[in-house]
Every structure is written in structure tokens, then in C-alpha cells.
């Protein structure tokens, strides 16, 4: 019997969990007789590049990675087949769509399904590849939990927990110095990693993107958490926060393919706006950066991870494509990828959660109260 062969890719920032998808596809096509599996490196870059970057997958070459960081593909947020950089005559770098000839190349390569695993932006990039015919399926992934199909995505337990232990340290050197301590998050658009681990890790003041800030109000705050000179404050901020009537603070990249703001800054921008309100405690800024996204993953990112895994080459091996695995509690489901990348997972200000942070006193700087 003629093997078929499904290709296995990582696309987008890296988060832990990667691995163990990896290793649950390998796993669960282990048991068909007529599937074999290969890993292309660096998202689809592998089968872009001249030459082929491909690798083979068998049981022996995935054994223990659940409990391993990153991902042995290898990856990357630049790029893709809809937009291959390319090095102009005149030094500048314009795009070219090189999908069309990817196609034809997984057809010469023998491949007759692929799963991307990977966030917003490469499940974009699997939803265009499926509607040019490609047998497809997305697996969903990010430390920032905005995708708005599944209940989560793995890697965002492991960032929550670095964030939360992160805190615990903080409020230590914090309370023995009677200091302010921002500490910034990862999370884009999402508040998510931040609303978490400030309710876990017990902060006094939490700023998301989704709710912009108003300056007094978390100065206000911070007195509140001082008796004249005694005292320390706790503040978890999203990378994608903004004040009232402001923007967010990242920087443009140079880096070749990049397609991002790089956010980032909006901690120091908020310690400085607190010395102009007049906030005199000590205040010190702590950025966690990609530390959120490094090490092993926490047993329910290993758990979803190989929940998706297992159910992805299930709906490769049922000719199941241009699907998303996708986590309902407490099931694994399969959406069609237009769903998908419909909209984004954010924290509703008017939600359950924040609700709770409020009920435990955590103040969001938000200058008109929600409705209860
Ligand atoms: O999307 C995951 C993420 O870690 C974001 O939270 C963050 O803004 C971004 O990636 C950082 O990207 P890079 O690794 O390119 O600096």
C-alpha cells in the first residue's frame, strides 16, 4: 500500500506546547498503516527555500517532547508564501504571493495533507491556501489566548503561570522597599495574560488593552496602598495598553518580512506618567519579554497540546480539511478556518473575570464604572 504523507509545520512566535502537538500528530499516525509524517522547518519556509528543508517524523524522533519548550521545527513570524520577501535591484525589500509554485512543490514532494500549527496570522495563511485547493488543517496556538474560536490556546497557561510567579517575586522586593512595581506582559491586543496573573498573583492594579486608563485613577490606587510612607503596589500591565484618548507604545521593525509594530515601552511610559501626577513612592519597571514564552510547558498546555495533536491527524486521516482543531470544554472540535480567523479573543470589560478582579479590589484605571 502506497504511503500517504502529511507534512507538519510550526508558524509564527514560538510557545510552549509546540512540541507536544508535534509529538501527538506523530503518535496518532503512528497507528494508521498508511499515513507517515514529515516536519518542515521554519514554518513553510522548509519547502520555500532551494534546498528543501524536510525532515522525517517517526515515534523515536518525538519520544519525551511533551515536556520540551519551543519546537524542533523551528519557526518563524516573517514572510510566508503570500509574502516572500524579496531584495529589490535599488536594496529595498518588496513581497512576492509564491503560493501557487508551493502548491505545485507539495504536490512534487509527495504531500498530501499539511497541518499548520500557529496563531492568527498563519491560520490566515492556511484559510488562503485551502481556498487555492491545498488539504489543510490549522492547529491553534499563542502565549496571547485572541483567538476567538477556541477556549484557549496552549502556551497561554505556561505564560500565565511565569507571569503569576513572576509577581510573587515582585511583591516581596516591592514590599520591602515600599515601591511601585510595573510589570509588563506580553499579549498584543489581548489583555489576557495580564487580567490572569493579576488576579493569581494577588496585584492591586491591572491595565489591559481593552480598557483604556486614566492616570488619576491608578494613582489613586496607589495611595490607597500607602500609609504616609509605608506601603508597596503591584501593577501588571498589557503590552497593548493605552491611556484614554492615547496609542499604543511599539516600535516599527527593520528586521526583513516583519509585519508587526513591536510592542513594547508602555510600563516605562506609565512609571513616567505617574511621576508627572505626582506619585512619589519609588517606582521601578519590570518587562518579563519573551521569558513568557520560554522553558516547558505546564501540564494543561502539554494536555491541550496533545489533545490537538491527536485530533488533527484525526481529520487528516478523515479527509477532513480547511478545519481549525479548536478547544469547547470539554470537547476538541473541528471549525472551518474562514471561523476562525474571524474575529479576535479579547477580555470584555464587562465580563465575568473582570468582574471578579474588581470584586478583589483590582483597579483597572478605568475612569466610568461597568455595569454589574
Ligand atoms: O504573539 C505572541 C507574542 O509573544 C506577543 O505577545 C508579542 O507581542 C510578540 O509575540 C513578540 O514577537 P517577537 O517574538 O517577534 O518579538
Given at each position: 500500500m502506497a504511503l500517504k504523507r502529511v507534512m507538519v509545520l510550526t508558524g509564527g512566535g514560538d510557545c510552549p506546547g509546540l512540541n507536544a502537538v508535534i509529538r501527538g500528530i506523530v503518535k496518532r499516525a503512528s497507528q494508521e498503516k498508511d499515513w507517515e509524517v514529515i516536519g518542515c522547518i521554519e514554518s513553510f519556509n522548509g519547502v520555500l527555500r532551494e534546498p528543501t528543508e524536510i525532515v522525517e517524523l517517526n515515534e523515536k524522533a518525538v519520544e519525551g517532547l511533551q515536556i520540551q519548550g519551543g519546537t524542533i521545527l523551528g519557526t518563524t513570524n516573517k514572510g510566508g508564501p503570500f509574502a516572500w520577501p524579496v531584495r529589490q535591484q535599488d536594496g529595498t525589500w518588496t513581497t512576492v504571493d509564491r503560493s501557487d509554485e508551493m502548491i505545485r512543490k507539495l504536490q512534487y514532494l509527495g504531500v498530501d495533507a499539511v497541518i499548520n500549527i500557529g496563531g492568527d496570522g498563519s491560520q490566515r495563511i492556511s484559510l488562503g491556501l485551502a481556498q487555492k485547493g491545498l488539504n489543510i488543517v490549522g492547529v491553534p496556538k499563542t502565549i496571547d489566548n485572541d483567538l476567538s474560536s477556541t477556549d484557549y490556546t496552549f502556551g497561554f497557561q505556561t505564560a500565565v503561570q511565569i507571569c503569576t510567579e513572576a509577581i510573587d517575586k515582585l511583591v516581596t522586593t516591592a514590599a520591602s522597599h515600599n515601591r511601585v512595581f510595573i510589570m509588563e506582559v506580553m499579549g498584543r491586543d489581548a489583555g489576557w495574560i495580564a487580567l490572569h496573573s493579576a488576579i493569581a498573583g494577588g496585584a492591586d492594579i491591572c491595565i489591559i488593552p481593552e480598557i483604556p486608563y486614566d492616570i488619576n485613577k491608578i494613582k489613586e490606587k496607589i495611595e490607597q496602598r500607602y500609609n504616609k510612607r509605608h506601603g508597596y503596589c503591584i501593577i501588571v500591565v498589557a503590552e497593548g495598553a493605552k491611556p484614554k484618548g492615547g496609542t499604543t507604545v511599539g516600535t516599527e521593525s527593520s528586521e526583513v518580512g516583519y509585519q508587526h509594530i513591536r510592542l513594547g515601552g508602555i510600563g516605562h511610559q506609565l512609571a513616567a506618567e505617574l511621576k508627572a501626577a505626582g506619585v512619589e513612592h519609588d517606582i521601578r519597571c519590570t518587562i518579563l519579554g519573551h521569558l513568557q514564552r520560554g522553558g516547558t510547558p505546564v501540564a494543561f498546555d502539554r494536555i491541550l497540546a496533545s489533545q490537538f495533536g491527536v485530533r488533527a491527524m484525526e481529520e487528516v486521516i478523515r479527509g477532513n480539511y480547511g478545519q481549525m482543531v479548536a478547544y469547547r470544554h470539554p470537547d476538541i472540535v473541528a471549525v472551518p478556518l474562514e471561523e476562525a480567523v474571524r474575529a479576535q479573543n479579547l477580555v470584555d470589560p464587562n465580563g465575568s473575570l473582570v468582574h471578579t478582579a474588581k470584586g478583589l479590589?483590582?483597579?483597572?484605571?478605568?475612569?466610568t464604572p461597568v455595569s454589574k
Amino acid at each position: 500500500m502506497a504511503l500517504k504523507r502529511v507534512m507538519v509545520l510550526t508558524g509564527g512566535g514560538d510557545c510552549p506546547g509546540l512540541n507536544a502537538v508535534i509529538r501527538g500528530i506523530v503518535k496518532r499516525a503512528s497507528q494508521e498503516k498508511d499515513w507517515e509524517v514529515i516536519g518542515c522547518i521554519e514554518s513553510f519556509n522548509g519547502v520555500l527555500r532551494e534546498p528543501t528543508e524536510i525532515v522525517e517524523l517517526n515515534e523515536k524522533a518525538v519520544e519525551g517532547l511533551q515536556i520540551q519548550g519551543g519546537t524542533i521545527l523551528g519557526t518563524t513570524n516573517k514572510g510566508g508564501p503570500f509574502a516572500w520577501p524579496v531584495r529589490q535591484q535599488d536594496g529595498t525589500w518588496t513581497t512576492v504571493d509564491r503560493s501557487d509554485e508551493m502548491i505545485r512543490k507539495l504536490q512534487y514532494l509527495g504531500v498530501d495533507a499539511v497541518i499548520n500549527i500557529g496563531g492568527d496570522g498563519s491560520q490566515r495563511i492556511s484559510l488562503g491556501l485551502a481556498q487555492k485547493g491545498l488539504n489543510i488543517v490549522g492547529v491553534p496556538k499563542t502565549i496571547d489566548n485572541d483567538l476567538s474560536s477556541t477556549d484557549y490556546t496552549f502556551g497561554f497557561q505556561t505564560a500565565v503561570q511565569i507571569c503569576t510567579e513572576a509577581i510573587d517575586k515582585l511583591v516581596t522586593t516591592a514590599a520591602s522597599h515600599n515601591r511601585v512595581f510595573i510589570m509588563e506582559v506580553m499579549g498584543r491586543d489581548a489583555g489576557w495574560i495580564a487580567l490572569h496573573s493579576a488576579i493569581a498573583g494577588g496585584a492591586d492594579i491591572c491595565i489591559i488593552p481593552e480598557i483604556p486608563y486614566d492616570i488619576n485613577k491608578i494613582k489613586e490606587k496607589i495611595e490607597q496602598r500607602y500609609n504616609k510612607r509605608h506601603g508597596y503596589c503591584i501593577i501588571v500591565v498589557a503590552e497593548g495598553a493605552k491611556p484614554k484618548g492615547g496609542t499604543t507604545v511599539g516600535t516599527e521593525s527593520s528586521e526583513v518580512g516583519y509585519q508587526h509594530i513591536r510592542l513594547g515601552g508602555i510600563g516605562h511610559q506609565l512609571a513616567a506618567e505617574l511621576k508627572a501626577a505626582g506619585v512619589e513612592h519609588d517606582i521601578r519597571c519590570t518587562i518579563l519579554g519573551h521569558l513568557q514564552r520560554g522553558g516547558t510547558p505546564v501540564a494543561f498546555d502539554r494536555i491541550l497540546a496533545s489533545q490537538f495533536g491527536v485530533r488533527a491527524m484525526e481529520e487528516v486521516i478523515r479527509g477532513n480539511y480547511g478545519q481549525m482543531v479548536a478547544y469547547r470544554h470539554p470537547d476538541i472540535v473541528a471549525v472551518p478556518l474562514e471561523e476562525a480567523v474571524r474575529a479576535q479573543n479579547l477580555v470584555d470589560p464587562n465580563g465575568s473575570l473582570v468582574h471578579t478582579a474588581k470584586g478583589l479590589g483590582i483597579e483597572f484605571g478605568q475612569d466610568t464604572p461597568v455595569s454589574k
